[in-house]
């Protein structure tokens, strides 16, 4: 692949295809019997699932089959993985060697053996026994392999060194800082294989609970021909603007992340339409490529449906999925505005053509499509009235009828699509492009929209689980694969229905088979990231790192930030997106909260958290690997490492963003109200557009460096009002830790105090420190506020020393870290109380005028230079 992309030389649609296939599904298809055998396997992986996140699973499914159902998962996925991914790129791609097969069968059995001898598992409390523990390493070896072959070396390589320090950990070679005593093999594969500590952990349960489904839902709704659709009314909306083509790749890839989790097969499915056409109007091939792959990649950040790093975040933070897309979806809708206002500034700095002859305003277009989003997110909110009157009027059969006025809607809608002509792929290469016209084929695909309003109903509104949320999406899918094809037929005059059911049913079972390949490599990352996470729960390393990455960075927050930024970036070179994020966020989220807590900022985790999965991302695009830079150059014939660093530099406020709500968690819209939330959206947005005119260089007009330098300054001042305003006015005084109860009586309800404790650690005696944030409650007097936080304060020799907190209480797991048993004693060392504090809105006024300074200088010299608007 990089070889192809390198020479300059624009792959076919069926290489690219293979491409595609070899990264996400397996470049292995072979035909006849064989072919048919392993496609059934991928349908019954597919149907299984869906009857898993089904209500009835309960009533279809035995006991046993639900309780092992991690292990079915990864016996799917390795059986799968060794018979679609050749071994070595000799390997034959066109039949399955014998020795494939016996890996695949005895990969599957083992990962079985967990449900075929459960009981006595159980009994043993997963201890494993002499039999279990070869049997155990087998796996582990099969696991690795298939993991090898799906994802690359890095992530077998990287399981193995964990797993080599789990044994010889106390091994003189290893370094004195992260040595431990080491395990048996016996210990060892009990935790990694036997119990869910570590291949059957979480990881590899939110793959086959949440993921899988949602990966399903992607291939099958594109495969129902939602991705032309959104392609083409991205194209018809901003394909006539100047740099049209490019700002309606930024779109339709915004709107394909939500069919595709994967950046690669985003790169190919919009590239090929829209990077011929960029090249068109005046970019470069690298660019081309360099805004294909920043769109693609960043689909993996827009909710609500993300990628599947955003359901393990529902589980390692503890926190609702509906929480995790509310807190990822500012950023992300700020990220892809600055990338359309990216490729305008390109497009103006070339004075590139439009393509086309319709004429629309840059404004107008903006306000259709804010008016459409607006309108479908009002629909989603609104759609929850009518539903409940139903539901009041007919508790027991509410969801028959609701289903049947689904079915209805429906009905109408491909009733009104099947009065214009079916949607066919264009030619990017005509010599004549004629760009979609809105008017006539937005009812072409309207019905589309019918399965992401369940999903975002029952996300958002309902707040189901995202299994049964994306089970009754699917449930819809089916039902549209099935019908759309007969029912158009019927709208149409009736010729051709039992062929077009036909069509129909194939279309169904080629999604099912789609998702299932699609999920080979997720399930394969998600067991084999379960061995490092069972390595720093088995060995402690978590402390360990925590304490290392402390001495590296100094204590300074913003060094271990880039730190752990970095740290991504390189393991993301060889591993997938989700992969690299449980490794990260499981070695490092916990490292950052309490540095920051020793650094006297309280971090939440949710945005450690996302910092994680934002630069994870980011490996999809950073040389010298970057696979969707590959992709995008092999589709343009570009060269892929430069298109790869054009493209880091397109991002470059995906890098910054991360940052800046690690500071500022009003972005992440964390405890903020309603019109908060909308000052912050506004104020981020201008920011985050300043800061891109900042770094491209050019605003009205081209500009100086002084300039540039400017409008960064300014958008830091909008994004963190609060680091001007805190040194102008601290928004805390400091108070004698004594003084604790006095200040708990004075306070106001909801008021947070700070206090700074320190003491020895728990296991090296070492001195450390940490801040507590104690919200006042309402409880009458400063004595019943104190024995509601569980601190127990006594002031002996001037000082005022901890007790350790009652099990239970607010900061009992928050401290028993500290030793409070030792000649030491856990001490209070500051107090902190809230302070009144100018509004830190008060910033933007100095900010918005410089802004209007650097505004009219350019418009000045644009004026004098005869620069066009």
């Not at 036997?194 to 059957?200: I, L, M, P, Q």
């Not at 930024?250 to 339409?273: C, E, K, R, Y």
Request: charge should be neutral; aromatic fraction near 10%; include cysteine.
């Amino acid at each position: 692949m990089a070889d192809k992309a390198a020479g300059g030389r624009a792959l076919s649609e069926d290489e690219l295809q293979d491409l595609v296939a070899a990264s996400d599904a397996g470049a292995r298809s072979p035909a006849g019997a064989v072919g048919l055998f392993l496609a059934g396997v991928a349908l019954s992986w597919s149907l299984f699932q869906v009857v898993l996140a089904s209500p009835l699973a309960n009533v279809i499914l035995p006991g046993d089959i639900i309780n092992n159902s991690r292990q079915i998962h990864l016996a799917f996925a390795i059986f799968l993985a060794f018979c679609a991914y050749p071994a070595f790129r000799s390997s034959p791609r066109r039949r399955v060697p014998l020795q494939d097969w016996a890996f695949a069968v005895a990969g599957a059995l083992i990962a079985l053996y967990g449900y075929f001898f459960y009981d006595k598992i159980v009994q043993s409390g997963g201890l494993a026994d002499d039999t279990d523990k070869w049997v155990a390493l087998v796996g582990l070896l099969l696991l690795f392999e298939a993991a090898r072959r799906a994802l690359g070396p890095a992530m077998a390589i990287i399981a193995t060194i964990f797993l080599v320090y789990v044994f010889f950990g106390a091994a003189p070679w290893v370094p004195e800082v992260i040595r431990w005593k080491g395990a048996s093999l016996q210990k060892a594969m009990s935790h990694m294989w036997t119990t869910s500590e570590g291949v059957f952990g979480i990881a590899l349960g939110v793959s086959a609970k949440f993921v899988f489904l949602f990966v399903l839902f992607g291939a099958l709704l594109e495969k129902a021909g939602a991705g032309n659709y959104f392609i083409k009314m991205a194209f018809g909306a901003l394909g006539h603007l100047r740099g049209g083509p490019a700002k309606a790749a930024v779109v339709g890839s915004a709107a394909t992340g939500l069919i595709s989790g994967s950046s690669i097969a985003n790169v190919v499915t919009t590239g090929t339409f829209t990077i011929p056409l960029m090249k068109r109007v005046g970019f470069t091939s690298e660019q081309a490529g360099s805004v294909e792959v920043a769109s693609s990649v960043n689909g993996q950040i827009m909710p609500p449906v993300m990628g599947a790093a955003a359901f393990l975040m529902v589980e390692y933070v503890g926190i609702s999925y509906l929480e995790v897309i509310t807190h990822a979806f500012l950023p992300a809708v700020i990220s892809y505005i600055a990338l359309v206002y990216i490729v305008h500034l390109e497009a103006v700095k070339r004075n590139m053509p439009t393509l086309g002859h319709g004429v629309t305003s840059l404004g107008r277009t903006i306000g259709g499509m804010f008016a459409f989003f607006a309108g479908f997110a009002l629909l989603c909110y609104t759609v929850q009235y009518p539903v409940g009157w139903i539901v009041a009027a007919l508790p027991e059969g509410a969801g028959w009828v609701l289903a049947a006025l689904v079915f209805v809607a429906y009905l109408a809608l491909l009733a009104l699509a099947a009065t214009v002509p079916d949607l066919e792929p264009d030619d990017p290469n005509a010599a004549q492009v004629k760009l979609p016209v809105i008017s006539e084929i937005y009812k072409s695909g309207l019905y589309f929209l019918l399965p992401i309003v369940v999903l975002v109903y029952f996300l958002m509104i309902e707040q189901k689980s995202p299994g049964l949320s994306a089970f009754w999406a699917t449930a819809l899918l089916f039902v549209i694969l099935i019908t759309q094809r007969p029912l158009k037929a019927l709208f149409r005059g009736g010729s051709g229905l039992v062929a077009s059911a036909r069509e129909g049913g194939l279309d169904l079972v080629s999604g099912l088979i789609a998702g299932a390949r699609n999920m080979i490599g997720i399930g394969l990352a998600t067991a084999t990231a379960g061995v490092i996470v069972g390595t720093v729960t088995l060995t402690g390393i978590g402390q360990v790192m925590a304490d290392l990455v402390e001495f590296v960075s100094g204590g300074n927050l913003i060094v271990m930030l880039i730190f752990v930024g970095i740290l991504s970036l390189i393991l993301g070179m060889g591993l997938p997106t989700t992969a690299n994020y449980i490794v990260v966020s499981s070695l490092m989220a916990g490292v950052v909260v309490q540095l920051g807590a020793q650094s006297g900022l309280i971090v939440p985790l949710i945005a450690v958290h996302l910092f994680v999965f934002y630069f994870g991302i980011m490996a999809d695009v950073t040389p010298p690997v970057g696979l969707a830079s590959f992709a995008a150059a092999a589709v343009s014939g570009g060269d892929a490492i430069r298109t790869g660093f054009i493209a880091f530099f397109y991002s470059l406020r995906t890098v910054v963003l991360p940052f800046i709500f690690i500071f500022n968690t009003d972005l992440l819209l964390i405890d903020v109200t309603w019109l908060q939330g909308i000052l912050v959206f506004i104020v981020s947005t201008v920011a985050i557009l300043v800061f891109t005119a900042g770094t491209m260089g050019w605003f009205v007009t081209r500009s100086r460096i002084y300039e540039s330098i400017a409008l960064i300054g300014i958008a830091f001042l909008l994004f963190r009002p609060d680091f001007v305003m805190d040194r102008l006015q601290p928004p805390f005084a400091d108070l004698p830790p004594a003084q604790l109860e006095q200040a708990l009586a004075g306070a106001e309800p909801g008021d947070t105090l700070r206090l700074r404790v320190a003491g020895p650690d728990f296991l090296t005696l070492a001195p450390k420190e940490t801040t507590l944030v104690v919200t006042v409650g309402t409880e009458q007097g400063g004595p019943a506020r104190l024995a509601a936080t569980g601190l127990l304060p006594d002031e002996v020799d001037g000082r005022v020393v901890l007790e350790e907190p009652m099990f239970g209480t607010p900061f009992s797991e928050t401290l028993q870290g500290f030793d409070f048993y030792g000649d030491d004693p856990v001490t209070l060392t500051a107090l902190r109380v809230p302070q009144h504090q100018w509004p830190q809105e008060l910033v933007f006024l100095p900010a918005l005028a410089l802004l209007a300074g650097v505004v009219w200088l350019q418009r000045s010299r644009a004026r004098r230079e005869g620069v066009p608007a």
